[in-house]
């Protein structure tokens, strides 16, 4: 189930399996970081999402460690729809993170459409099988495999409590 457009981010195949270039994976990923720590020092909303049932509990602990927001249950709440839904308009997220950019049964999560329709910057891991032109900071990677969500989220945990901490350290050295 090979999408295409990823071909460009695969280094070869091994038994039928897709080897991702991890040389072409570490400067996206540096660049998904660094947006992802200045929207933390910015104060900005991060939202990170999935329907991969194996990564929920990941997920939504490391949003609660960070501070931040997790959504991983089947999309109601479309973000085109919120002034009908809670009487009100709220704040959307400033960047929402995408463990599986698929939600089941292997279609595009609708969470992805709705950010891209209202310029919400998105950063996903994407697999083989996902379009990495429809996410902003895509970062080629096995979205399927727990140890290396795990290491994905602890990097992004990393990177939004150090743009925090530059935070802090500003808003200290100004009063």
Same mark, same amino acid.
């Given at each position: ?7 460009? #981010? ?141 290491? #994905? ?23």
């Amino acid at each position: 189930m090979r999408n295409p457009w990823m071909s460009q #981010y695969i280094y070869g195949h091994r038994l039928d399996v897709d080897i991702v270039d991890l040389e072409k994976t570490l400067p996206m990923l540096h660049s998904a970081l660094n947006f992802l720590a200045h929207i933390a020092y910015r104060q900005g909303i991060i939202l990170f999402l999935t329907r991969y049932p194996a990564h929920i509990p990941m997920v939504e602990r490391a949003a609660r460690d960070c501070g931040e927001y997790a959504h991983c249950r089947k999309w109601d709440y479309p973000f085109t729809n919120t002034q009908s839904l809670f009487g009100y308009d709220i704040r959307l997220p400033d960047v929402c993170i995408f463990t599986h950019t698929l939600a089941p049964p292997n279609q595009l999560h609708p969470g992805v459409s709705d950010a891209n329709k209202l310029l919400i910057p998105t950063i996903g891991l994407c697999d083989t099988d996902c379009n990495p032109n429809i996410i902003t900071y895509p970062i080629p990677s096995n979205d399927d495999t727990p140890k290396l969500i795990e290491f #994905y989220l602890t990097l992004f945990q990393q990177a939004i409590m150090a743009g925090k901490e530059k935070r802090r350290e500003k808003d200290a050295t100004s009063s």
